[in-house]
């Protein structure tokens, strides 16, 4: 293994944790905005977009090129293919928070909307599985890894109730069917950050272990 081969996947693993920090903090801002029915930290996520899309074809471009020029094998492909999966979920990460961001643009337009739903707890909890997924990736620590399923199902269950709350209202107050759609979207998207979340820690058990775990073979 050359040095310069090394500096690639040094770089390679850095640029991925940058993208990760971008995507989280997007997610908070999705969060921030959905709490507090925020316009313009939903505009302010929305024009930003493009500079997670940007940095993750850049990724996806020197993990394959580092495939081609080094034809690695074992750990470091395992790594490789890792990072071009984590990559691409990180990435619809920024969509889903993009998601919610004009979501909350819509919301945002009601002012006295009377019915809500409280993502207090669901929002919470997939933000705590994202940074538990970055950490397990920045520590390669397959425990921390495990874990985040665990609140993957919570997260589900908060979900549901929310399609439970939100369809009733609809059914009484046909006026506000746009606000109330818009308002269980906002649910669907945290779950989908959370799915994304999950698969991140199950790719590090991947690199780590060279097991794969998808579809809750735990």
């Not at 940007?54 to 471009?61: A, K, L, Q």
């Not at 993990?63 to 690695?72: G, H, V």
């Not at 919610?100 to 002012?111: E, P, T």
């Not at 959370?194 to 780590?208: L, Q, R, S």
């Amino acid at each position: 293994m050359t040095k310069h081969f090394i500096r690639e996947l040094e770089k390679t693993k850095k640029m991925i944790l940058s993208l990760g920090a971008m995507a989280e903090e997007r997610v908070n801002l999705a969060v921030k905005a959905v709490h507090n029915k925020d316009a313009a930290i939903a505009q302010k996520i929305i024009s930003s977009d493009h500079e997670l899309d940007e940095m993750e074809v850049d990724i996806e471009e020197d993990c394959l090129k580092i495939l081609a020029l080094y034809q690695p094998v074992a750990i470091d492909l395992r790594f490789l293919i890792a990072m071009i999966k984590i990559n691409n979920d990180l990435e619809r990460i920024g969509d889903e928070a993009v998601n919610i961001a004009q979501r909350v643009g819509v919301i945002a337009k009601w002012d006295d909307p009377k019915i809500t739903f409280d993502y207090s707890e669901m929002a919470e909890k997939t933000e705590m599985m994202l940074k538990m997924s970055l950490d397990a990736l920045v520590n390669m620590d397959t425990d921390i890894a495990f874990k985040v399923a665990i609140f993957d199902d919570e997260v589900d269950e908060i979900k549901n109730r929310a399609y439970n709350h939100i369809k009733k209202a609809i059914d009484n107050h046909l006026d506000r069917g746009g606000y109330l759609i818009n308002l269980l979207l906002i649910s669907r998207h945290l779950e989908r950050i959370a799915d994304h979340a999950t698969n991140i820690a199950e790719e590090v058990v991947y690199m780590v272990e060279g097991e794969i775990i998808r579809h809750g073979n735990y």
